[in-house]
């Protein structure tokens, strides 16, 4: 499967913008998926992931309550909503995807989810959001 994500751009904190993985190739709900995010001088981290099945979400602590991840099957896409945008949020996002059931997740030692890129087996070229006033 290819993968191809989009929908980034300059938003003001407080503001929306809804990132999109499109599939080509396969069919998307094959997979689990997963959106990840790397910002400036950082290194790459989970954000958010839905199981094949549709049934489970999961997201990483800081954006809980303002992403959303679901699933247009029609579109053969995953969408990850982002509300309530912060400064924080600025990076460079990337959908990546599964052949697993269920979206590999892990529970960190301070307690808090996390998933592992190298769980991923299929990945897409980064969209840019910045959140700046």
């Known amino acids: 499967v290819q993968l191809q994500a989009s929908g980034g751009g300059l938003v003001q904190p407080g503001g929306s913008l809804r990132l999109s993985c499109a599939a080509s190739g396969s069919a998307l709900d094959a997979y689990s998926v997963g959106w990840f995010r790397q910002a400036p001088g950082k290194e790459r981290e989970w954000v958010s992931c839905?199981?094949?099945?549709?049934?489970?979400?999961y997201y990483r602590d800081s954006v809980k309550g303002r992403f959303t991840i679901f699933r247009d099957k029609a579109k053969n896409m995953v969408t990850l909503q982002m509300n309530s945008l912060e400064i924080e949020d600025t990076a460079v996002y990337y959908c990546a995807a599964d052949n697993g059931q269920l979206c590999k997740v892990v529970i960190t030692p301070d307690l808090t989810l996390d998933s592992r890129e190298y769980e991923y087996t299929f990945w897409g070229q980064g969209t840019q959001v910045t959140v700046s006033s």
């Open positions: 839905i199981n094949r099945s549709d049934i489970r979400t």
